[in-house]
């Protein structure tokens, strides 16, 4: 027959054996919270690159776009503004011709 004691000591072991197995989950479970973290932390961040390139080529596309409709619109207003100083190059000339022959 088992003494008290024994069973106590055998209490006691099974306690420090349940003791070490938890803080063992605790460590392997702490471990893998860190690791899943991690790889969420790196999916958002192959996330947010991926986004950000993506804004950032719609940008670009965008300004393009506006810049070129500002390129045209210039230009035609600088073909106008050259019409229209051609349609007064011959009463340029001479306006000139006859200031260069009455100071002459």
């Known amino acids: 027959m088992r003494s008290v004691i024994e069973e106590i000591a055998t209490a006691e072991q099974q306690a420090e054996e349940i003791r070490q197995n938890a803080a063992l989950q605790a460590r392997e479970l702490t471990q893998k919270a860190k690791q899943d973290a991690q790889e969420a932390l790196s999916r958002l961040e192959n996330e947010s690159r991926a986004d ?4 950032l080529e719609t940008a ?3 300004g393009e ?3 070129d409709g500002l390129i045209k619109k ?3 207003e600088a073909d106008a503004l ?3 100083a051609n349609g007064k190059l011959d009463q340029a ?3 000139l011709l ?3 022959t ?3």
């Open 98 to 100: 006859d200031k260069v």
């Open 65 to 67: 776009r506006l810049s």
């Open 82 to 84: 050259c019409e229209k």
């Open 93 to 95: 000339v001479t306006y």
């Open 102 to 104: 009455k100071t002459a």
């Open 52 to 55: 950000m390139q993506s804004a």
């Open 74 to 76: 210039l230009e035609q």
């Open 60 to 62: 670009q596309q965008e």
